[in-house]
């Protein structure tokens, strides 16, 4: 079936420094890729988008690349804080239009 | 930014009682309403699509007479968990969104469900 998984569920990190977080995605009809960042006991948080057109976007200290070649999406945080920690999840339409959650990927910022 | 309320925060109840939670769009109105379940140090899962003046759509596996959702007006959605068991505590999460686009797609807070 559908899936979207990530390939670390546990990144540490030290502060000031870049954090990347991987996700693999299965179906290569998804057009539509978001990450969110969640923090113990709260709903998720919109950090940045991408459509299946782009092969990067970038925010505010955050970077999001897509390779659909080999269907894997990452997420680039720079000068990683410690208000950075949380888990990421990434999510990918799917067939459906609906919103598929990959397993989620716990960052911890070490100072 | 737009602003989804989700009420209450928390909930104990004991086994065999029906717990209601409210998922509110403050800001805008929500033609459709998503509801979540999560369990510790897990992802989130999709139990079902709301729409407003509509039944909802279940995801497969969910049960509709478990959890009963009701979509009556474009900023409010229930969720009413019926004769709630310890299985049922989990982290339920509320979105909403205007039109149909995953863009504006905006989540609530979260409420956690334990029963006893």
């Known amino acids: 079936g559908e899936s979207v998984g990530l390939h670390l569920p546990t990144l540490s990190v030290q502060e000031g420094d870049n954090s990347i977080i991987n996700c693999a995605y299965s179906?290569?009809?998804?057009?539509?890729f978001i990450w969110y960042k969640q923090e113990s006991g709260k709903g998720p948080q919109f950090i940045i988008d991408?459509?299946?057109?782009?092969d990067k976007r970038q925010g505010q200290r955050v970077t999001v690349l897509l390779n659909k070649t080999v269907k894997h999406l990452s997420l680039q945080i720079a000068a990683t804080q410690p208000g950075d920690s949380a888990v990421y999840f990434c999510?990918?339409?799917?067939?459906?239009?609906?919103?598929?959650f990959g397993q989620g990927t716990t960052l911890q910022v070490k100072p | 930014g737009a602003v989804v309320s989700q009420h209450p925060s928390w909930v104990i109840c004991k086994s065999g009682t029906s717990v209601k939670i409210e998922c509110r769009s403050l800001?805008?109105?929500?033609?459709?309403m998503f509801w979540y379940r999560q369990f510790p140090k897990q992802s989130l899962m999709l139990m079902a699509t709301s729409n407003e003046g509509s039944k909802a759509t279940y995801e497969q596996g969910v049960e509709k007479d478990k959890f009963l959702i009701n979509h009556a007006s474009l900023t409010l959605s229930t969720l009413t968990v019926t004769s709630a068991h310890p299985e049922d505590s989990s982290f339920y999460i509320c979105?909403?969104?205007?039109?149909?686009?995953?863009?504006?797609?905006?989540f609530g807070s979260g409420t956690q469900l334990s029963v006893l």
């Open positions: 979105s909403a969104m205007p039109g149909q686009k995953l863009e504006k797609l905006f």
């Open positions: 991408i459509r299946s057109n782009m």
């Open positions: 800001d805008f109105q929500a033609t459709t």
């Open positions: 179906n290569s009809a998804s057009d539509y």
């Open positions: 999510a990918e339409t799917g067939n459906t239009g609906k919103l598929i």
